[in-house]
């Protein structure tokens, strides 16, 4: 366990470090005056088109037969593609060629996350998930609190901080595939492939698996609402709390370290306790009112202080979502023991699609529906939604 938050801290300080705070800054340095069209473009393109490939990268890893197991390859080339991407990131100098390194960046990520959100399926019982899912919480938590305070603070010197996080990354990567070894799976049975069935198999029935299809909608709705706003907190920093751009690199640095204590307390304490109880909905629900109350208090304050509070209500909400909702993902898989990662590679659009729809959203409220007060109100709405979503999911109290 504490193997997978150390590989998600790696993970997630270099996917946030870089979306967060390198590649707004190295968008308002190309062009300043279309930042935020142009960083929704770069976060919006290159998430659509890497969206499918989780799922897929799942599959396949179900089906792979090796004496170093079905997860280890997939996690080694995704990291090497990560690795390569981000460390190539700082000489590039237009949107297009952004994209094109983005894009790969995301292929990595997504080659690495979809068989390691699997090994929660494939090495632990499901009265033991919630606390699986509080070390992954940690790594997202950590990992967002490390990644902006580097990022933050070697911001001046983008070539640096890509070669810090394209190497970090790596090396922490193939530490754990060495660490916590896949088991071979020569002997495991597999069934004959035909693309009409491996296509197929990806139409998963709502109406035949409703709680999976209501955990989908769910964990879609709350990463939207919680991604409006983070995927822009960097330029609502600059635009709507008026910091200049190295205020706005230095305070998101602090603001990440100051999520991070109520992040983890709201991880490990839900993680712990749903497991003891039994119960995920009740703090996915508490979870969502935390959310939504920590994006009023900026629409009410748009002030630092104002930022502060926000960042400790969410940091809450999102640690407490996190814990309860990975447990609760595994346990509405329709085939846990032979597509445990192709499923939740598709439960995964839900978090990849809303992250890759929230620029677009994000854009187009900040522009031509109230500016980022109007975002606040957006994202509130919409996480109260999610957490209504929740209500009709059966088989996990």
């Keep these: 366990m504490p193997s997978i938050g150390i590989v998600n801290t790696a993970l997630i300080a270099t996917l946030l470090g870089v979306t967060v705070v390198l590649l707004p800054n190295q968008v308002a340095l190309i062009d300043d005056a279309n930042k935020v069209t142009n960083l929704a473009i770069v976060s919006s393109v290159t998430l659509l088109i890497t969206l499918l490939a989780q799922p897929i990268i799942g599959a396949f890893s179900d089906r792979t037969r090796s004496r170093f197991g079905r997860r280890a390859p997939w996690m080694f080339i995704g990291l090497l593609v990560m690795a390569m991407s981000t460390v190539s990131l700082g000489s590039v100098q237009t949107i297009a060629f952004l994209v094109g390194l983005v894009t ?3 292929l990595g990520f997504a080659t690495i996350s979809a068989p390691l959100a699997a090994l929660t399926a494939d090495r632990y019982p499901p009265e033991r998930r919630g606390m699986v899912s509080a070390f992954i919480g940690f790594g997202l938590n950590v990992g967002y609190a490390v990644g902006v305070f580097i990022a933050g603070n070697l911001a001046a010197n983008v070539n640096l901080a890509y070669t810090i996080f394209g190497i970090g990354a790596f090396v922490v990567g193939f530490a754990f595939i060495l660490v916590a070894r896949d088991s071979s799976s020569l002997d495991m049975p597999v069934k004959k492939f035909r693309w009409t069935t491996f296509l197929l198999s990806f139409w998963i029935n709502p109406l035949k698996n409703p709680d999976f299809a209501w955990a989908f909608v769910a964990r879609f709705l709350f990463i939207l609402g919680y991604y409006v706003v983070f995927g822009y907190q960097f330029f609502i920093l600059i635009d709507y709390l008026a910091l200049d751009l190295e205020g706005a690199n230095s305070a998101i640095a602090v603001l990440g370290l100051v999520a991070l204590p109520p992040t983890l307390i709201g991880a490990y304490v839900t993680g712990w306790l749903s497991d003891r109880w039994h119960r995920r909905k009740p703090f996915l629900y508490a979870a969502c009112v935390a959310m939504a109350a920590g994006f009023m208090s900026q629409y009410i304050a748009p002030t630092m202080t104002g930022q502060v509070i926000m960042v400790i209500l969410t940091g809450i909400g999102f640690g407490m979502y996190l814990a309860s ?52 109100i957006f994202a509130t709405v919409i996480v109260i939604v999610g957490a209504i979503a929740v209500i009709p999911i059966r088989s996990v109290r």
């Design 325 to 376: 909702d990975t447990a609760l993902m595994t346990q509405v898989l329709p085939d846990i023991e032979g597509a445990a990662a192709k499923d939740l590679g598709i439960l995964n659009l839900a978090t990849g699609l809303p992250q890759a729809l929230s620029a677009i959203v994000a854009a187009t409220i900040i522009t031509s529906f109230g500016g980022y007060s109007g975002l606040f």
């Design 104 to 106: 790969l960046f995301q």
